[in-house]
């Protein structure tokens, strides 16, 4: 008998686990003893706050990250395949959105494994539960392109594809470039442009705001190295 690939959301911040994860989530990650991670130090951090630090000794950990070939991906799934349970861990959020699990997910899936995902947060449908922009037709587009030139470009096309299809659009930076990416949205986006900020979600600095792009202008909030999450809306 094979066994079960869980995925598991981590937090989203350092609030108490309690406030996001529900007790049947808890209960599962609590039975497993093999966890597919991109970073060691954050996964022993997220299953010591769920109270497993006198098991961690226990713990075999599989590492999924940019430094994993390819070739060594299908090995992550070998103590399944052998009849263990075992967890896709993301580093926040949920595993396989914004993140590198996928790739396991769906080799689980070629090779017979039952896949269950277990519920928690997520910062993508959080952020556009909060926005008020359309929820019935969205599209999240992962990073922007880091040169200027070229993440400006982006820009006015997913702005030209949300004014035809009336689609949101997501996205995110990397935390340090959060300013950045801020001062290109408010100067290239259309002043009416619904632009909807996202920063420190779950967490005690959580900041949720939606309004036309001219109102940003003089009321920009920090967003350096703060994990957000950006959307807007060109409604006409």
């Given at each position: 008998m094979k066994g079960t690939l869980f995925l598991i959301p981590n937090l989203l911040s350092d609030s108490n686990p309690n406030m996001s994860l529900p007790a049947e989530t808890v209960?599962?990650?609590?039975?497993l003893r093999?966890?597919?991670?991109?970073?060691?130090?954050?996964?022993?951090?997220?299953l010591v706050r769920l109270g497993m630090k006198e098991l961690?000794?226990?713990?075999?950990?599989?590492?999924?990250?940019e430094h994993t070939q390819p070739d060594q991906v299908m090995n992550l799934l070998q103590p399944i395949k052998a009849g263990s349970h075992g967890g896709v861990l993301s580093e926040a959020g949920c595993p396989g959105v914004a993140d590198p699990g996928s790739e396991v997910v769906r080799l689980a899936h070629e090779q017979g494994i039952q896949v269950k995902p277990l519920t928690g947060p997520s910062s993508i449908l959080l952020a556009l539960m909060a926005s008020g922009?359309?929820?019935?037709?969205?599209?999240?587009h992962g990073y922007l392109p880091i040169k200027a030139p070229d993440r400006i470009r982006r820009i006015k096309d997913l702005e030209?594809?949300?004014k035809q299809l009336g689609e949101t659009q997501l996205f995110i930076?990397?935390?340090?470039?959060?300013?950045?990416?801020?001062?290109?949205?408010?100067?290239?986006?259309?002043?009416?442009t619904l632009l909807s900020v996202s920063a420190g979600l779950n967490s005690d600095k959580e900041y949720i705001r939606t309004a036309p792009v001219w109102q940003w202008h003089n009321n920009v909030?920090?967003?350096h190295k703060i994990p957000t999450v950006f959307l807007f809306l060109k409604i006409n």
């Open positions: 209960s599962r990650i609590l039975e093999y966890f597919i991670i991109e970073e060691e130090r954050a996964a022993r951090r997220f961690l000794s226990e713990i075999e950990f599989g590492f999924l990250n922009l359309n929820g019935q037709r969205f599209s999240f030209q594809r949300s930076e990397a935390p340090y470039r959060n300013r950045q990416l801020m001062t290109d949205l408010i100067a290239h986006l259309s002043p009416d909030p920090d967003l």
